[in-house]
């Protein structure tokens, strides 16, 4: 059974800054170990402390930078950051990733994304509606876009990010693998995110 949840997602406000990070928990300890996943620990230090100010700045450059937060009862349930990548993003990938992503469409992608640890065993439905929520809102910050590549990227160790992705409807382009270099450890998935036809006439 699939445990019920009930939160309401909206911008995050800069004034959210101290509900983010007095309530919102993603890093889990495993049992026997000291510290949770370095991929799990990055995403939490950055939801709670620089998600907003990020967006801000992602915004002010022109790439339409958003923070969105799902808040219930005790708190925020889940965080993520969207916003649109330009040609500098790809530079040192694959020319294959390349040329796809350069290809017409707008590219966004979903930078970071956490859902609540009292929300890890609900079967991944927080997951899905915070990535729901997240394609909802990139067609509504490209509304002359009837198609966008939406783009998600994971540790290669993340396991649960990549099954979240693949249930989604991403396509990966490229397989995370450990360092040599900083990049190499994170795959590519893409999703061709199309605006549904308008049936109101």
């Known amino acids: 059974m699939i445990p019920s949840f009930d ?21 889990e300890v495993s049992p026997g170990e000291k510290f949770a996943p370095p991929w799990e620990a990055e995403v939490q230090r950055f939801l709670r402390h620089r998600a907003i100010t990020s967006a801000n700045r992602m915004r002010n450059l022109g790439h339409g930078g958003r923070c969105l937060i799902g808040v219930d009862d005790q708190g925020v349930a889940a965080a993520l950051t969207h916003y649109r990548m330009c040609d500098a993003d790809f530079d040192e990938e694959d020319e294959e990733i390349k040329t796809f992503l350069r290809s017409g469409p707008p590219v966004r992608e979903i930078a970071f994304l956490g859902v609540h640890l009292r929300h890890r065993h609900s079967g991944g439905a927080v ?5 729901d929520a997240a394609l909802h809102d990139i067609l509504d910050c490209e509304p002359e876009a009837d198609l966008v590549f939406v783009v998600g990227r994971a540790d290669y160790r993340n396991t649960g990010s990549e099954r ?16 040599p270099h900083e990049n190499t450890r994170l795959s590519w998935w893409v999703r061709r995110l199309a605006r549904p036809a308008d049936t109101s006439n």
């Open 127 to 131: 997951a899905n509606d915070a990535l």
């Open 7 to 27: 939160h309401t997602w909206r911008k995050a406000r800069k004034k959210d800054r101290s509900l983010i990070q007095t309530t919102f928990e993603c890093a």
């Open 164 to 179: 979240m992705l693949a249930r989604n409807h991403f396509d990966k382009l490229k397989t995370g693998v450990p360092p």
